[in-house]
């Protein structure tokens, strides 16, 4: 592999160089997407979208340091996402950075897998909120139904509400943001029986693996990551307060691990309130989704 360059105080820098220079020194280091990286991290240093990097000829000298700086930062595994402060989800630009997890490429299924639900949902629920990325991209994909977002962690909500705040100016529909626990059983009380969907992207991955994820994890807060050693600890109150919440026929979706395939399923076959319990791949053919019915 060609050894990557450092640019030259005082010399300009061919935009096609610094990228290539850029992904090398990260592939380098074990990143796993180093072209597209470099490429968003050049894009938000220059204000464009990455599409227009092929339009740049060059960079100033500045730019070329500042570049650099950053491709260190996110060799030694910060996310891209809190170098540029921004996550994309579906059709959403999310502001992100310490103490919110953020979104996965994965968890964009969920909309696509709800979807003949979500068409004429008046109400629904996203448990375990985070930045908001679920509950946002209802709210924009299907303005018809009111959204209910609901967040325990301080640090969390703040990102939520920013997010939510942002998204509303833009001109989607607001969502209403609770900060509260999901085992509380007076949660959103005055929807009991009325809610058509709940969405959830929950704490699920086993503490036991922790040593074999990739580094950026632990970018992650760990409340948001880890529940407890398989990983179930939060599952039986997320099914819990999605029973009370939706009335009969209404659509839960819940993403888990890979390791929850039948696991997940059992719970939900061994609570009683559900039809229509089955699990769902992602794409890469991985158990990610569970999916039931309320009884």
Known sequence: MPVATEPVAGQRLAVSAALRSAAERLAAAGIQS???????????????????????????????????ELVGRRATGVPVQHLTGRAPYRHLDLAVGPGVFIPRPETELMLDLAAAALASAELVVDLCSGSGAIA????????????????????????LRRNAIERAAAGDRPISVLSADIADPALLAELSGRVDVVLSNPPYVPAAVRAELAPEIGHDPEQAVFAGPDGLRLMPSVLRAAARLLQPGGLLLVEHDASHGQALPDLLGTAGDWRAVTDLADLAGRPRFARAVRA
């Open 34 to 68: 180093p072209r597209v990286d470099a490429e968003l991290l050049l894009a938000h240093l220059l204000g464009v979208p990455r599409s227009r990097l092929i339009l740049l000829p060059e960079l100033t000298p500045e730019q070329a340091g500042h570049f650099a």
């Open 136 to 159: 946002l991209a209802v709210a924009q994909e299907y303005p018809q139904a009111a959204v209910h977002a609901v967040e325990r962690e301080p640090a969390a909500l703040e990102w």
